[in-house]
């Protein structure tokens, strides 16, 4: 089992940016994709991004493209979202997920791991 922790959210100005952040504990977390995914109140959970366990494929959503990157570390067990550009539309409460599974589905029904999320509010 693994265990997610996120944080680095906050409060941003639109055009601004911000780093999260996402700890795993377990000695098998390399070999696991993990996704970003968000959801603001009333709406559905919203994939963002995801990194794969294989020489760092990633895949991203068309709405975060060219503004968000996703990162990781295996010797730290992190991985980070590097939000730039920020809009309001991006505000929402975002989660880290993990998945023992080949491939980055963007599905979060796929994820078996989740953590409990960090608030990310963009004013404008």
């Known amino acids: 089992q693994v265990q997610l922790v996120e944080s680095g959210g906050g409060l941003v100005q639109a055009g601004g940016s911000l780093r999260l952040s996402c700890a795993a504990s377990g000695r098998t977390f390399s070999n696991y994709a993990v996704a970003w995914f968000r959801q603001a109140p009333g709406k559905e959970r919203e994939f963002v991004a995801a990194?794969?366990?294989?020489?760092?494929?990633?895949v991203y959503a068309d709405s975060v493209k060219d503004r968000f990157t996703i990162l990781r570390d295996n010797a730290k067990n992190t991985v980070s979202l590097q939000m730039n550009s920020l809009k309001p539309e991006d505000t929402a409460v975002y989660y880290c997920?993990?998945?023992?599974?080949?491939?980055?589905?963007?599905?979060?029904?796929?994820?078996?791991?989740w953590g409990q999320g960090t608030q990310v509010t963009v004013s404008s």
């Open positions: 997920a993990a998945e023992f599974a080949l491939g980055l589905p963007r599905d979060p029904s796929r994820y078996d791991y």
């Open positions: 990194i794969g366990w294989s020489v760092g494929s990633t």
